[in-house]
């Protein structure tokens, strides 16, 4: 049976203006035969939980370079599951400004609602992540 690719909407985090590393991922994403509808830098929770209620994404994928993903991503996740979004949610990238990861603020994204958090830049982890999504997914493009 052939995979089917994921519908991904790919995030900055609010405070996060940074873009070359939403184009890398897009490009990553889309050479591995994933449709992805990317927001942008500096995307506000309303905009994040709107754009999740119109797009029903099959995995919502947050970045951010800033040193302040834990922070912002805890917001957003927690938003999305505010807003009822079940789908999965993963978070990458440079997330605290003290250079290494944080088992503590890790633990936290993953209380409040985040299926993985990638938070050492491993990109190998992260695809190996997506090629453990569901085929059967609903919300999969074919």
């Given at each position: 049976?052939?995979?089917?690719?994921?519908?991904?909407?790919?995030?900055?985090?609010?405070?996060?203006?940074?873009?070359?590393?939403?184009?890398?991922?897009?490009?990553?994403?889309?050479?591995l035969?994933?449709?992805?509808?990317?927001?942008?830098?500096?995307?506000t929770?309303?905009?994040?939980?709107?754009?999740?209620?119109?797009?029903?994404?099959?995995?919502?994928?947050?970045?951010?370079v800033?040193?302040?993903?834990?922070?912002?991503?805890?917001?957003?996740?927690?938003?999305?599951?505010?807003?009822?979004?079940?789908?999965?949610?993963?978070?990458?990238?440079?997330?605290?400004?003290?250079?290494?990861?944080?088992?503590?603020?890790?633990?936290?994204?993953?209380?409040?609602?985040?299926?993985?958090?990638?938070?050492?830049?491993?990109?190998n982890?992260?695809?190996?992540?997506?090629?453990?999504?569901?085929?059967?997914?609903?919300?999969?493009?074919?």
């Amino acid at each position: 049976m052939r995979r089917r690719n994921v519908n991904i909407l790919l995030t900055g985090t609010e405070s996060d203006s940074h873009t070359w590393n939403l184009v890398y991922l897009q490009l990553l994403l889309e050479e591995l035969g994933h449709r992805v509808h990317n927001l942008g830098p500096c995307v506000t929770d309303e905009l994040l939980t709107a754009a999740c209620a119109a797009d029903e994404p099959g995995l919502v994928l947050i970045s951010s370079v800033n040193g302040h993903g834990y922070r912002d991503g805890l917001n957003a996740v927690r938003a999305l599951r505010r807003a009822g979004f079940t789908g999965p949610v993963v978070i990458g990238g440079k997330l605290g400004v003290a250079g290494a990861a944080d088992p503590e603020q890790r633990g936290r994204l993953l209380d409040a609602g985040c299926d993985a958090v990638f938070d050492d830049g491993d990109v190998n982890s992260f695809r190996t992540y997506l090629g453990s999504l569901p085929a059967a997914d609903a919300r999969a493009v074919a």
